[in-house]
């Protein structure tokens, strides 16, 4: 490579450089200090509001309209702009609430999440190594998970503990089945089976 070429490929890795450095229209006049509004609009900057960078989002001053400081340059890697932006509003729509269970339509009469907490054991039957299911004698894991479903309601009254079995009904495997296929799907008594083990219990299966 000669002197002239090498100084023609400097010059024209100058200029991209300095056409990536140039601020996009949404970007000028924003200042550094512009903030993004719940809307996704730009606003100025609020002098009674602090900053979020990555570091600590948690040094936000929240006041009674939840102002928060969001600087207008935010990304995500991974995410284009507008979707950095739609991020943003969501996580400023959360923070108007935070109260759990989240604020949302009413529950359908008989629904159990999320005003229930479920308690599942897994497994299945026919494996030691694949879950509780197959480590114990189906008596002695069902008083376990008696106990576990006691130690929750304990640790929290106020909210229902509903027990289950989750049982695994295909298992992958090394060689292919009948229909060619790496898996091995349990047999409908099996699967009875599992569900007359909830059952005694009034306990979910899936």
């Known amino acids: 490579m ?23 229209p949404a970007d ?18 609020a002098a009674d509001t602090t900053p979020i960078n990555g570091a600590s989002s948690t040094a936000a001053t929240l006041s009674d309209s939840l102002k928060v400081s969001i600087p207008l340059g935010i990304s995500v890697k991974g995410r284009s702009r507008k979707d950095s932006l739609a991020l943003v509003s969501a996580i400023r729509a959360g923070m108007k609430d935070t109260r759990w269970p989240v604020k949302g339509p009413a529950l359908l009469p008989g629904s159990l ?10 497994g299945t039957p026919l494996s030691k190594k694949m879950g509780i299911l197959g480590e114990l004698p189906p008596n002695e894991m069902l008083a376990k ?8 309601q304990k640790a929290d009254p106020s909210t229902r503990v509903i027990p289950a079995l989750h049982f695994i009904a295909v298992v992958a495997q090394g060689a292919p089945g009948r229909d060619g296929k790496y898996k091995l799907r349990m047999t409908d008594s099996l699967v009875e089976r599992v569900y007359n083990m909830a059952r005694s219990k009034n306990a979910l299966t899936f």
């Open 113 to 122: 999440l999320p005003s229930s907490r479920i308690v599942a054991y897994y």
């Open 145 to 152: 998970l008696d106990r576990t479903v006691q130690e929750w």
């Open 28 to 45: 000028q006049g924003s200042g550094s200090g512009g903030v993004v509004s719940m809307a996704g609009a730009q606003t100025p900057p």
């Open 2 to 24: 000669n002197r002239t070429t090498t100084i023609v490929l400097l010059a024209l890795a100058a200029g991209c450089a300095t056409n990536d450095a140039k601020p996009t």
